[in-house]
Nanobody, 125 residues
Framework: QVHLVESGGASVQPGGSLRLSCAASGSTSGYNAIAWFRQAPGAAREGVSCISTNSGTSWYADSVKGRFTISRDGAKNTVSLQMNSLKSEDTANYFC??????????????????WGQGTQVTVSS
């Protein structure tokens, strides 16, 4: 059994910053990647970023590159997403997910086996 818990979602003004955290627990052996996806109302879920929990290698969607930073927080199965220069289009429910590898080209939902419940990020003036 694997459990993922996200935290850090909030409402913020455009240009502001937030830091999301994801903690994975349980039988995580063999799973070496944690990713962040987001889903805005009426839109499909999209991959935002992923990180290899072994090597630290990471990937970002073009829409967040240069503004978001994913990192491991000491413990292998704890990952943070630092989000700076937030825009209204970043408004979404953000989910973390556990998978076996972090693709450096594009991440897909079906590559990830376990998911958190999500944390809401709202960017609005």
């Amino acid at each position: 059994q694997v459990h993922l818990v996200e935290s850090g979602g909030a409402s913020v003004q455009p240009g502001g910053s937030l830091r999301l955290s994801c903690a994975a627990s349980g039988s995580t052996s063999g799973y070496n990647a944690i990713a962040w996806f987001r889903q805005a109302p009426g839109a499909a879920r999209e991959g935002v970023s992923c990180i290899s929990t072994n090597s630290g290698t990471s990937w970002y969607a073009d829409s967040v590159k240069g503004r978001f930073t994913i990192s491991r927080d000491g413990a292998k199965n704890t990952v943070s997403l630092q989000m700076n220069s937030l825009k209204s289009e970043d408004t979404a429910n953000y989910f973390c997910a556990l998978g076996r590898y972090c693709s450096l080209i594009r991440i897909e939902e079906d590559e990830y086996d376990y998911w958190g419940q999500g944390t809401q990020v709202t960017v609005s003036s």
